[in-house]
């Protein structure tokens, strides 16, 4: 489908989505003000879906919205002052101590789980099983170091850690735990996906530090080693808890607003699947969430009727 065919395709989909939504809108006097809702916008493409597709269904309701960039931490004294109006996907282990205290006074309300299912850790690619059996056991992993040496590392494993700019966890868990391993720094992201790519496609041993969701774990199976619990909690490897966060005043403003927001979420496959064509395939972003919404009203509509619902 040509490019202006699609475009014109989006608009006639909204037009006719917007016309199926008005009758709910209108008796439940949506939208209850003109003024805008304004989405948080931070710095990571999976935020950006989260928000983005909120935003598309929030307009397909009748509301205005604006879209404005904000750093996490900042944000939250944005979203208590009112000058945003919603964080979509916060990431409990991100948030330092100031963003928590603003949840704990209620000048930012917690308006649930995203529904995504994060996780960071050691992860390898599935046919890694076939090679160390055992795997994701934490014992069964250890006894496979030898699997994962290389000329460098001899005669430890080696182990790709994240950029040496992000983190060195990796190389914090080896020295704490005295492991047979070496972590050795990703130059980039980038680097970091071409690995993975290159061990599915020679069927070669991989273990390397990674996070989920991410648009690269859509194209492939893969699998975690299992930490023991000491290690997870003293190098702040618990699973990261994934929500969504507003402005309390919401509530009274945009009343259906807020009920949607609460009820909203995402999976990790939505997620990984736009993240793919936008990050991987270089498409437009705004493109890729229409469609999506365009084509998705089955799973979304569940949401808005909820939320209308809610005001009868």
Not at 34 to 50: A, F, K, L, M, Y
Request: hydrophobic share 40%.
């Amino acid at each position: 489908m040509g490019l202006l065919r699609r475009r014109l395709f989006g608009v006639v989909a909204g037009v006719v989505l917007a016309a199926g939504l008005s009758t709910g809108a209108l008796a439940q006097n949506v939208p209850e003000s003109d003024e805008p809702i304004v989405i948080g916008i931070n710095e990571w493409t999976g935020q950006h879906i989260s928000a983005h597709i909120a935003g598309q269904i929030l307009e397909r309701m009748g509301y205005k919205v604006e879209y404005v960039t904000a750093a996490v931490l900042p944000m939250a004294n944005a979203i208590a002052d009112g000058q945003i109006h919603l964080g979509m996907e916060l990431w409990d282990n991100n948030l330092g101590e100031y963003f928590p205290s603003k949840l704990e006074d209620g000048s930012v309300a917690d308006v649930g789980d995203l529904g995504l299912d994060a996780r960071e850790g050691w992860l390898y690619p599935k046919h890694v099983e076939e090679l160390c059996p055992g795997l994701p056991d934490w014992d069964a992993f250890l006894g496979c170091s030898d699997l994962f040496a290389t000329p460098e590392t001899l005669p430890d494993g080696r182990l790709v850690s994240y950029p040496a700019d992000w983190s060195n966890r990796s190389e914090q868990i080896i020295e704490g735990t005295g492991i047979p391993f070496v972590a050795i720094p990703a130059g980039s992201e980038g680097a970091l996906v071409a690995e993975l790519n290159s061990s599915v496609e020679r069927e070669s041993p991989l273990v390397m530090m990674f996070w989920a969701p991410h648009w690269v774990l859509f194209t492939h199976d893969y699998g975690w080693v299992e930490m023991p619990e000491d290690v997870v909690n003293e190098y702040s490897l618990q699973k990261p808890r994934v929500f969504k966060s507003a402005w309390p005043g919401m509530e009274e403003q945009w009343p259906a607003a807020w009920r949607f927001v609460n009820t909203y979420h995402l999976n990790n496959q939505i997620q990984e699947e736009l993240m793919g064509r936008i990050d991987n395939d270089g498409e437009d972003l705004e493109v890729v969430i229409s469609e999506w919404v365009d084509g998705n009203q089955d799973y979304w509509q569940p949401f808005v009727d909820e939320a209308m619902a809610g005001g009868s």
